[in-house]
């Protein structure tokens, strides 16, 4: 079994690398080979792993890398929500014209490797009803939005026609992220968090009242592995689907931090208001209603006070 990692130096490729590793196993073959790839060289700590520094969009890039013959393809690399909205020229080059790369060089590879393609709620735009179904159109309000849209038509297509076995996923805001603040307009979600508890200020560029819906890394990545091994007959034509998340507004987020590590932390958050930043999430969904992906297999975390504590003990040490 030989695995393909596309934006695997960033923080889910991984955790999700640690966790593939760990497991030695997928679609109960015994894993031989993880190939690691992004733009900058990914940790490539275990023997059966292999670091890539590869351009997906550029000319040669997606053929060499399929040429290794992956059973298994996590399709991660992205340009995220606010740089794809600040630079869209960035944005469809790395999200539409690299993973459209990649899927014709699988397209023109023997066999028929599956694909895990990582989408975003971001597909869906306002007006919506509240939950929203899993087959609500979507309508995407934002540049990055529209370009995970693309991707996921050209996914179900693709494994419509065999050249792929296809399944996308999309993800909540993924919270707690350890590290630091990247560029997607969400990243507040993890910084009201994680700063704190490391002993930071917060800044809040949004409303108490803003409500989301959130899954932790360690629940992302069961996600990405239940993808790869699902039976995906099941799915039928409508290969992309919206994974269980915990629904919270940003106050029920601070009163969890509160419940979790104490009153005195969540003193360090700063309402901060940003009007370009509320202006993108005031177009998000606020809650799913994803008994569709629950009947496949996929599980979210039980609430937010869990989400917290993953982060504590995945990426603080245990408290």
Request: charged share 25%; net charge negative.
């Amino acid at each position: 079994m030989r695995v393909l990692i596309t934006g695997a130096a960033g923080m889910i490729g991984r955790k999700l690398t640690q966790r593939l590793v760990e497991r030695g196993r997928l679609l109960d073959e015994r894993i031989d080979a993880v190939d690691l790839v992004d733009v900058v060289e990914a940790p490539a700590d275990a023997a059966v792993c292999t670091a890539h520094t590869a351009d997906l969009s550029r000319p040669g890039a997606a053929e060499a890398l399929v040429s290794l013959r992956p059973d298994v393809v996590f399709h991660l690399a992205g340009v995220v929500s606010g740089e794809a909205e600040a630079d869209f020229d960035k944005g469809m080059r790395v999200n539409v014209d690299g993973t459209r790369q990649l899927f014709d060089a699988l397209r023109f590879a023997p066999g028929t490797a599956r694909v895990v393609f990582t989408s975003s709620i971001a597909v869906f735009g306002a007006p919506f009803p509240d939950p929203i179904p899993d087959d609500f159109h979507p309508t995407p309000l934002t540049s990055y939005g529209t370009q995970k849209l693309i991707a996921e038509a050209l996914l179900a297509d693709y494994s419509r026609r065999g050249f792929l076995d296809g399944v996308g996923i999309r993800l909540p805001t993924i919270s707690v992220r350890p590290g630091s603040p990247n560029a997607a307009a969400s990243s507040f979600f993890s910084g009201i968090i994680r700063e704190p508890l490391a002993g930071r200020e917060a800044h809040l560029p949004v409303s108490r009242d803003v409500r989301h819906p959130h899954a932790s890394p360690r629940a992302a990545v069961r996600f990405l592995v239940h993808a790869a091994e699902m039976d995906t007959a099941r799915l039928g034509p409508r290969r992309n689907l919206t994974m269980p998340g915990v629904s919270v507004t940003v106050r029920e987020q601070i009163e969890a931090l509160g419940r979790v590590a104490g009153a005195a932390v969540t003193d360090l958050i700063r309402e901060e208001a940003d009007p370009a930043v509320a202006g993108i999430v005031a177009g998000w969904p606020q809650r799913f209603d994803t008994s569709r992906a629950a009947s496949l297999g996929f599980e979210a975390d039980r609430s937010y006070d869990d989400i917290i504590r993953a982060h504590i003990d995945d990426d603080l040490g245990s408290r």
